[in-house]
């Protein structure tokens, strides 16, 4: 029978657990008893060897050992030169995958052909595929990537306690840092959202350490410098020991001296509380976002092994005002998670049901919770112009901490020449700002296979998915004709980034456009009618093809208030659309948005609308159809939509034309706002193209 067997691939350890006959996940020891693995390589003898004795090649100085090397994975051009060789950082995690699946063949007694791996919540798709590839190489089929805040949750969740739990698991390990808000209860586990920091680990704390001892032997600074692998050994060496107290010293052997270096714990906490207050950082980000405070979390679990460091844990009390949650060993929880996810797989293929016993014997202990929701780092984007078309912009599509597997479909306008040459190109990033410089770029995605016929203007809905793995899926279909089209993936072209750091060359014409959602938000919006307000928003917004539209948003009642300046990034925009609330710019109708509209919109290339819903009838009718044909004459155009109290004749006068005014009622209102923007889209510029096609 397979084994259910997990890997934690960590940077600085690694560790293989499986699932026991008794149904618990266990740790598989290495020979001589360790239950974690260095994550380093060393070629010093000739052929790779990893864990303990790469890492004492390390410490020797060795120059002909890896290590870290997990911070580079997916990085397409990064190699290192061991053992005569270029070594790619997937092959050298391939090496210690290998290793820990010896390890487990070792130990059970039986082959052990797949495994399900960690990686930290903010891999990107890049890194992802790179994980699985590695595990391919190691001869290990990778059913299932799960992230490691995950895996450490449904360790923990594995554990007896309250039937629900809510959590952040604050993960520091050797070289990343996750953090992510998780709802355990007895059916399963549910992330929320995460933050992370992939430069930001036990390794700047080694730094820390490194540069104290430096700062106090002066003199022989240079001499340490020159051979870093003994100081890096002996500061994680010294890091471990100030877990357990005061002051440590180590020995550093300089030329033919011995040199003894102590340094108190009270020194070494004192030159890393930027490091705590990082993460800090990223822990308000999280609640923030998930708009949670910390009375409603019920603990912080610490995972990952540098949470063994009693500043850590001191910080974690004061920022929760609780003790860190126990009952999972920090460094052991992700492997131990991993391994209890292998198992709920195997128990899926073979029949066992997420609600209820099944036909098959459960492989997991019966009483575990199963369902698994994980959420996604990262928002899905594509390359676009700005408006003006003098600058590229990421244009976010598929916002991030969105539940896997998911789905998006968005709209794009393109020409169709219709000779058989015609290509739409997309460069998918995962990023979460406009600008295209920190972005992790997935590929160029070539969507071919226009039907002859469909000639001219049309429209393409592409689809962005995630899977299971956050691994992401691209499918297209032209809407005239309804017909699948052919998507593909190329290499990035050599020049991307850079190419999209610099001002666009100005191929086509394109006509941008800008709308901004204008929502009454006087009291009689209270409850069901935002609620709808809300929904319309978001299906105005999925018909957008944001990257020829930017989008913002005001509000209005007694006040006029801008929620968010027009953009093309949805995440904002839904952002800005769940932030909507009656009150905040008063109760009643004191006022229009028509003035705001004319200024936001002033100067702004390309065509230009505002739609208008309103719900009761405003006090100063007369004024508000003034400002509005102000609008109409300066070109932007108006549509209102109204329902509840709204009057019919007055929303006429405000509109650009009779076409663009809407009666309606809550429950049409999100179809009516779908349309009003696909109408917007499908009117577009015929000759557009995406940046960089052709
Ligand atoms: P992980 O990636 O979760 O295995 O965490 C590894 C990191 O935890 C490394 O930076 C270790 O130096 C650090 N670490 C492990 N044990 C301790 C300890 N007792 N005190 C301080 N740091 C530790």
Redesign the pocket.
């Known amino acids: 029978m397979t084994p259910a067997v997990g890997i934690?691939l960590?940077?600085?350890?690694?560790?293989v657990a499986w699932v026991n006959p008794d149904g618990d996940p266990e740790i598989i020891p290495d020979a001589a008893g360790e239950p974690?693995t260095a994550?380093v390589v060393s070629f010093a003898g000739g052929a790779p060897v990893v864990g303990v004795s790469a890492k004492a090649d390390l410490a020797a100085d060795a120059t002909e050992v890896a290590h870290l090397f997990k911070r580079s994975m997916g990085n397409a051009s990064f190699r290192l030169s061991l053992g005569g060789r270029q070594w790619s950082p997937t092959e050298l995690s391939a090496l210690v995958l290998g290793h820990l699946k010896a390890q487990a063949e070792a130990a059970l007694g039986v082959p052990v052909t797949r495994a399900v791996v960690t990686v930290p919540d903010y891999f990107t798709h890049p890194q992802r595929s790179a994980t699985i590839e590695a595990g391919r190489l190691a001869g290990l089929e990778v059913p299932r990537i799960i992230s490691e805040p995950t895996a450490a949750a449904l360790a923990y969740g594995l554990r007896p306690g309250p039937r629900s739990r809510r959590v952040l698991v604050y993960?520091?390990?050797?070289?990343?840092f996750d953090i992510s808000l998780v709802d355990i209860d007895a059916e399963g586990i549910t992330v929320r959202s995460t933050e992370g920091d992939h430069e930001l680990?036990?390794?700047d704390?080694?730094e820390r350490l490194a540069a104290i001892i430096l700062d106090k032997h002066p003199d022989e600074a240079a001499a340490i410098e020159a051979h870093p692998g003994p100081l890096l050994v002996a500061v994680?060496d010294l890091?471990?020991m100030?877990?357990?107290r005061r002051a440590a010293e180590v020995r550093l052997v300089v030329g033919d001296r011995t040199l003894r270096c102590e340094v108190t714990r009270e020194e070494f906490e004192a030159a890393c509380r930027d490091l705590l207050q990082s993460t800090a950082q990223l822990t308000g980000k999280v609640l923030e976002e998930t708009g949670l405070t910390w009375a409603d979390i019920d603990g912080v679990l610490p995972?990952?092994?540098?949470?063994?460091?009693p500043m850590v844990r001191d910080w974690i009390e004061a920022m929760s005002g609780k003790p860190p949650m126990g009952g999972v060993h920090?460094?052991q929880a992700?492997a131990l998670g991993a391994a209890a996810q292998a198992a709920i797989l195997l128990e899926q293929e073979a029949g066992l049901r997420l609600d209820g016993p099944g036909d098959v014997e459960p492989i997991l202990r019966l009483s575990a919770p199963r369902r698994i929701v994980g959420t996604v780092a990262h928002s899905l984007g594509m390359i676009a112009e700005n408006a003006a078309g003098d600058r590229y912009v990421n244009s976010v599509l598929l916002p991030r901490n969105r539940t896997i597997p998911c789905v998006e479909t968005r709209p794009y306008q393109f020409h169709v020449k219709g000779d058989g040459s015609d290509l739409l190109e997309v460069f998918l990033t995962q990023g979460e700002t406009d600008d295209p410089a920190p972005c992790a770029y997935l590929g160029r995605y070539l969507v071919t296979g226009f039907p002859g016929r469909s000639r001219g203007r049309t429209v393409v809905d592409i689809a962005y998915a995630y899977d299971d793995n956050a691994i992401v899926g691209v499918t297209a279909t032209d809407r005239s004709s309804g017909a699948a089209l052919h998507v593909e993936v190329a290499d990035l072209p050599e020049d991307v980034p850079q190419r999209f750091l610099q001002p666009p060359v100005r191929a086509t014409v394109r006509e941008p456009l800008t709308t901004y959602l204008a929502f009454d938000l006087s009291g009689s919006m209270a409850g069901a009618p935002l609620a709808a307000a809300q929904q319309a928003a978001r299906a105005f917004l999925a018909q957008l093809d944001l990257t020829t539209t930017e989008v913002g948003i005001v509000s209005f009642s007694d006040r006029v208030a801008v929620s968010l300046p027009a953009t093309h990034n949805a995440a904002d925009v839904e952002r800005a659309i769940g932030r909507l609330t009656v009150g905040s710019t008063g109760v009643g109708n004191a006022t229009d948005p028509f003035r705001e509209l004319r200024q936001l919109l002033a100067g702004v290339e390309g065509r230009r609308f505002g739609v208008v819903l309103a719900d009761g009838v405003w006090y100063n009718q007369s004024g508000a159809v003034q400002r509005a044909h102000e609008c109409h004459r300066d070109g932007v155009e108006i549509i209102a939509v109204g329902f509840g109290s709204a009057d019919r004749k007055f929303l006429r006068k405000i509109a650009s034309s009779t076409e663009q005014a809407m009666f309606t009622n809550l429950g049409q209102l999100s179809a009516v706002f779908g349309t009003i923007a696909r109408e917007i889209t499908e009117s577009g510029s015929s000759d557009y193209r995406l940046p960089g096609a052709g």
């Open positions: 934690d960590g940077t600085t350890y690694s560790a974690l994550s993960d520091l390990g050797g070289g990343t680990g036990g390794r704390w080694d994680e890091k471990r100030l877990s357990a995972v990952g092994g540098s949470t063994r460091m920090p460094d992700v």
